[in-house]
């Protein structure tokens, strides 16, 4: 009886092994792509930088010239 109770709980414990190493199937490894971290490129202006300060320049010389100073 002993030998039967110890047979039987063998028997358990090399299915219970044998079905836990078998789990895993043959399926193919899930594998996920690296993370790559993209910085957000500056937003692109309209128009250059310069081109405002150029036309406040050119506003302020065409001022400049235009003054009537003549006494007519």
Known sequence: ????KTLVA????IAFAGSAA??????????EAPVVMVEPAAPAGSIPGWVIPAALAAALIAVAVSGDDSDD
């Open 22 to 31: 078998l789990a895993g199937g043959f399926a193919d490894e899930i594998v």
């Open 1 to 4: 009886m002993r030998l039967t």
């Open 10 to 13: 063998s028997t358990a414990a």
